[in-house]
């Protein structure tokens, strides 16, 4: 057999990024947090303490970490908008965005967002994945090398159909870390336990503004917004001729 006749392929995935948060954006957040607006709980499907609606001034976090990591999310991925049936060219914008308070017992059950994007941070987390898991519901189970109790979960189909796993353990000592990823990617939040402090997260979503006169320059602050807004239409010339 002549192995250089032999061509692997693998199709190209689509994943998600990781990123970790600067001091200024951090104090940002907490900012926001410490004014946040109306109850938002009854739009989730969590099963969550408290959730409060939060408002971006000026679209500083928008400009300034949302839409950078958009940009590199289409550069290493693709632009997953153009999936999105529109007859108009629209503008990425932050659709909704939110705090969680999550109590000890507290989950949110596997699910999906209705936007394009999503993210999540963890603010604070203040508990330690061994702690939790030496407890007596976790031991003796066959977990598949992570111990569940306290992590945060992505679940997706492989090629071949099968059902997989990335599960992230969480910490007190981690630092504030994002997850940027498709807001229809499955994914869910274990309870932790034996702990009476809040773990603070925040979630959101982004998605194409289509009212009629939507600028492309609606969020802009810097050549992100012109480098996301371009891509979108050359995107939009190659699959409308």
């Known amino acids: ?52 609606q939060l408002s971006d001034t000026n679209n500083w976090f928008f400009d300034n970490v949302l839409l950078p990591l958009l940009n590199r999310y289409i550069d290493e991925f693709s632009n997953i908008g153009m999936d999105i049936p529109l007859n108009v060219i629209a503008p990425y914008y932050l659709d909704r965005w939110w705090v969680n308070y999550q109590h000890e017992g507290d989950f949110n059950p596997l699910h999906t967002h209705g936007s394009v994007f999503s993210f999540a941070i963890w603010l604070k987390i203040p508990t330690n994945h061994a702690e939790q898991n030496d407890n007596p519901i976790s031991k003796g189970t066959n977990h598949g090398g992570i111990p569940r109790i306290s992590c945060f979960e992505f679940a997706y189909n492989d090629i071949l159909g099968r059902i997989n796993n990335y599960t992230y353990p969480l910490n007190s ?69």
């Open 173 to 241: 000592t981690d630092p504030v870390r994002m997850l940027f990823f498709p807001a229809k990617l499955h994914h869910l939040v274990y309870p932790y336990y034996n702990c009476d402090e809040d773990r603070v997260t925040i979630s959101g979503n982004i998605g194409l503004d289509a009212t009629v006169g939507a600028s492309k320059t609606k969020h802009s602050k810097d050549q992100t917004v012109e480098k996301s807004y371009n891509n979108q239409v050359q995107d939009f010339k190659e699959n409308n001729g």
């Open 1 to 52: 057999m002549d192995q250089s006749q032999v061509t692997p392929v693998c199709p190209h995935p689509v994943g998600w990024l990781e990123y970790t948060l600067s001091q200024t954006e951090i104090d940002y957040l907490w900012e926001c947090v410490a004014n946040k607006g109306p109850d938002y709980k009854q739009y989730l499907i969590g099963h969550i303490a408290h959730s409060y």
